[in-house]
């Protein structure tokens, strides 16, 4: 027990997620987006500094005009909580989360970026204690929901007073032998889809259901209990990453099944999918990773997808982790080289590796789109930043920027 806690700890609490714009939270628009002034048209990047262990540390957020090379400490940042980086929505609103394990003072933090790059903090919601605050979706400017892992529920909240407006208490939709843990959401046509992680005392599944909640946004009431075993794959949505939840083009909400992290053998991850005008998981529609092969990769599998960026046109960018790729990856998970890019064709139902990158730490990964290139942070042997790939010419580059700490959160504000 003791062993699987600690190896659950290190893939779920601190790999931490990407910065990648989740296009399907179907958002009103929030609160003015030009404050006091001109728009910020940078971007926002986090690095996390840990312990020799990586099980503890601190996180730091900043902004710079745009992507600029050069190499860059953590004098000019903001510090949010470990474990849990911040959350960008279409709004502009950026959101800072305590420290995922409680370490820090238990509220979340609503900031604004001034044209010129500097942070405005606009409010704090307290949240209870062990709460393990993961994932925000705004649905208006007057309503946003904050899964809180620890305790079972979902908040909903008034984002611009930042004051609670009621909480949804899902623990009612736990297994036998398992808790409920909200995790990341989307909303579609006035329904919020909160992912389901059912956890036991390992801190892992126990069967192959892929579970969400369905929340009617009017009225906040569950309005049902989604559940799939037809596909064997386990562990919806990635909690600690806001892209691992999307709506495509075509409005079809895409997912990653987290699975078992790799460790417990026949417990599966991969891709699914609740088509446009459903609410139903699609029998029909999935990756399984212990069947899909990825191509170029020594190791052929992926254990589990550890944080995706949606790019348009059927192309999921991501981190995939192989355990195989390190000798210590079940010792000493927290900082295991086991971290990948990959190109997910969801069409194709293909998975491609990304030539020309290291093999980074769990805790160094990032993801997202800037402009018409896709942006990976990445710790590995021989240099810690963010790199850029050109999915037109497949050419890397970078670092572009270096930084002190591990690269775990990158968003652009430029178009």
Known sequence: ?????????????????AGCGNSGDDPTPGPDPKPEGKEFHGVVFATGI???????GNVYVQTLPSLLPGKYDNKNSIPCGFGATPIVTESGNVYTFPDYMGNTKAEINRYRIMGDGTWKKEG????????????????????????????????????????????????????????????????????????LNQMNAQYMPTRNNIEFAMIDVKTDKVEKHIVNQSLNMCFATRPIDAGSIFMDENKDIYFNCVGSFGFIPGLNGGIARIKNGSTEIDPDYFIRLNQTEVAGLSTKHADYISTMCYAGKGLLYAYISSNALAPDAMTNPYVAMTNVPVVIDLKQKTMTLINGMEISNPQGIAVAKHKSLIVFGSANKKATGFYTYNPETREVAGPIIQVTGNPCFFHSFEK
Do not use: H, W
Request: some cysteine; glycine content about 6%.
């Open 1 to 17: 027990m003791k062993k699987f806690k600690l190896i659950f700890s290190a893939v779920v609490f601190t790999a931490l997620f």
């Open 50 to 56: 840990t312990n020799p262990e990586g099980s503890s």
């Open 124 to 195: 704090a919601l307290s949240i209870p204690a062990g709460a393990s605050a993961c994932n925000i979706v705004e649905a208006s400017n007057e309503k946003a929901y904050v899964s809180l892992q620890g305790i079972g529920k979902v908040m909903a909240f008034n984002p611009v007073t930042m004051t609670k407006i009621t909480d949804i208490d899902l623990n009612d939709l736990k297994q036998e032998d398992t808790r409920v843990a909200p995790a990341a959401m989307i909303i579609r046509d006035g329904k919020l889809f909160v992912g």
